[in-house]
């Protein structure tokens, strides 16, 4: 098959696949430098990961193991006030990897305002708003 004979892909998967590919990409190497920034400074992080992995070991439950390493379980998205500790930038790492639907939904949602497919642009955007709910823990499966 030709390439003239193929057929087209839509713009609004296009840029959905680069969205999600490059966030993707961009949350890997911080999820890859983020455990380095925690063992190179362990002082500098959350909970110490020396004690952390012992008390992880140990076999401690995660209620024991924040509260015996980090004095209590600091919330949800608790990295936005540590992204300059390593374990805090890690976890930004998995939040945005996570979150890569939601981003590739709102690019998917301009292409198809730009191709007046309004349908598709409040079905995108109702997803990514799902997402976003789940995301801050709303809407939650349990």
């Known amino acids: 098959m030709s390439i003239e004979a193929r057929p087209k892909m839509p713009v609004a998967q296009i840029v959905f696949g680069e969205i999600v590919y490059w966030i993707t990409v961009l949350s890997c190497l911080i999820c890859t430098v983020g455990p380095l920034l925690s063992i190179a400074f362990p002082d500098n992080n959350v909970m110490n990961p020396h004690y952390l992995f012992a008390s992880i070991w140990k076999g401690n439950s995660s209620d024991v193991v924040w509260k015996e390493v980090g004095g209590a379980f600091p919330g949800g998205h608790f990295y936005f006030d540590h992204l300059t500790k390593g374990d805090g ?54």
């Open 89 to 142: 930038f890690t976890q930004f790492g998995l939040a945005l990897g996570c979150s890569v639907a939601l981003w590739g939904l709102i690019g998917t949602a301009i292409a198809y305002f730009r191709e007046r497919v309004y349908l598709y642009v409040v079905l995108s955007l109702w997803v990514g708003a799902l997402v976003a709910l789940a995301m801050v823990g709303i809407v939650g499966l349990h």
